[in-house]
């Protein structure tokens, strides 16, 4: 791998930082606005003074970027708008400030290209009924800043796969402190994340979010990716969700996607969810499309059959088995309810897109 020269002056002693956090700021209310760049990846984000505190994300204004910088605008016409959709409290900040997450639309008034939220929450409101749950267990790398997996030898390769997964100890787990510091600081903003571990790849973690209903598991998941990023620069450790970082005998990374519908959660819901799972091997290409923003491209690096996924050419489902495309976890056989495991999606793909697809496909037939 390459390696990047770091200013000396590129790193700043987070500990100064705290005289002036703890600055008094009166009834003001520091507000940070959070976006989804043009990538359909990245995140930006910048802050806006309110002279009161937001109780909900409807209570902010619609602010505005400069879109031409973000790749959602050209020079000439570049205001894109930001409309405020979910409001959660600031771990950096704290006090009555807040994180805002926000839909982005055009001089128009219309969606941009990368704001897949618009159409996911016409989709949650047409299957309310259902009571769509879904939880997303979100796989990401840390890296060094010169974009070597954090803790690897810089002129070699850690040991064989095997003892790092859910590991303990100096020789196994790389970043802890990034991991247990975003888990507060999600705790803190009010997501919804249920658990953490270690991968199987050294320097590779997951944390899972969930469940969530309709549109707020992709809302939650962004914000927690946000969050994810923030609390690595804190670090000087640079987080990628690449779903292949490295070439190799190594794991990808996933996002692998949790769904149920009230129906499957009930006696008998083995039945639904058998029939939800003939559905998806009807549309599996249509799903590989939704399931990375290079509509496929990035999981055929991935999703190889190899490394615990399947081939991206073949759908297949199984109970209790990581090489399919679908898995029914054994407990919800031995139940006989309960909710599936869809392992297709990429480790950067956007949630908005996994559930939308999964509610057309499995409850409005589509």
Same mark, same amino acid.
């Not at 009010?190 to 658990?195: A, E, L, N, P, V």
């Not at 050294?202 to 707020?216: D, L, M, S, Y």
């Not at 005998?249 to 519908?261: E, I, L, P, R, V």
């Given at each position: 791998m390459s390696s990047v020269r770091i200013s000396s002056n590129a790193m700043t002693d987070k500990s100064m930082l705290q005289h002036y956090q703890t600055l008094e700021q009166g009834d003001r209310c520091q507000v940070m606005y959070v976006w989804i760049d043009g990538t359909g990846e990245g995140m930006r984000c910048k802050t806006r003074t309110l002279e009161f505190e937001p109780k909900s994300a409807e209570e902010c204004p619609v602010w505005d970027f400069d879109g031409s910088s973000t790749g959602q605008a050209e020079g000439s016409n570049s205001d894109v708008y930001l409309y405020p959709s979910a409001i959660f409290r600031d771990p950096f900040r704290r006090g009555k400030n807040k994180l805002l997450l926000c839909e982005t639309y055009k001089y128009n008034k219309k969606p941009? $290209?990368?704001n897949k939220r618009h159409t996911c929450k016409q989709v949650m409101e047409r299957a309310t009924s259902t009571h769509p749950w879904f939880g997303i267990e979100q796989e990401y790398t840390l890296l060094d800043v010169d974009k070597h997996p954090f803790g690897w030898?810089?002129?070699?390769?850690?040991?064989?796969?095997?003892?790092?997964?859910?590991?303990? @100890?100096?020789?196994?787990?790389?970043? =802890?402190?990034?991991?247990?510091?975003?888990?507060?600081?999600?705790? &803190?903003?009010?997501?919804?994340?249920? @658990?953490?571990?270690?991968?199987?790849?050294? /320097?590779?973690?997951? *944390?899972?979010?969930?469940?969530?209903?309709?549109?707020?598991?992709?809302?939650?998941?962004?914000?927690? =990716?946000?969050?994810?990023? =923030?609390? /690595? %620069?804190?670090?000087?450790?640079? #987080?990628?969700?690449?779903?292949?970082? #490295? $070439?190799?005998?190594?794991?990808?990374?996933?996002?692998? /996607?949790?769904?149920?519908?009230?129906?499957? =959660?009930?006696? @008998?819901?083995?039945?639904?969810?058998? %029939?939800?799972?003939?559905?998806?091997?009807?549309?599996?290409?249509?799903?590989?499309? /939704? &399931?990375?923003?290079? $509509?496929?491209?990035?999981? %055929?690096?991935?999703?190889?059959?190899?490394? %615990?996924?399947?081939?991206?050419?073949? *759908?297949?489902?199984?109970?209790a088995n990581r090489g399919c495309s679908i898995r029914i976890p054994r407990q919800v056989g031995e139940d006989g309810m309960g909710y599936f495991e869809d392992r297709r999606p990429s480790s950067n793909c956007d949630p908005y897109s996994v559930t939308e697809v999964l509610v057309r496909t499995c409850i409005l037939d589509e």
């Open positions: 941009t $290209e990368t030898p810089k002129n070699g390769y850690p040991g064989p796969q095997g003892p790092y997964y859910c590991g303990v @100890g100096t020789n196994r787990v790389y970043g =802890r402190d990034v991991v247990e510091a975003h888990y507060r600081a999600c705790l &803190y903003a009010g997501i919804t994340i249920s @658990g953490t571990n270690a991968e199987v790849m050294p /320097a590779q973690w997951e *944390f899972q979010v969930g469940p969530c209903e309709g549109i707020v598991m992709g809302d939650h998941l962004w914000m927690a =990716r946000f969050l994810l990023h =923030r609390v /690595a %620069e804190d670090f000087g450790i640079i #987080v990628t969700l690449d779903p292949k970082p #490295v $070439e190799g005998d190594w794991n990808g990374a996933g996002a692998h /996607a949790n769904f149920s519908t009230e129906a499957m =959660r009930n006696e @008998g819901g083995i039945k639904v969810i058998e %029939e939800a799972i003939e559905k998806l091997g009807k549309h599996h290409l249509r799903h590989i499309r /939704a &399931y990375d923003p290079k $509509e496929g491209k990035d999981n %055929e690096r991935r999703l190889t059959g190899m490394h %615990e996924t399947s081939s991206i050419h073949d *759908f297949s489902a199984g109970v």
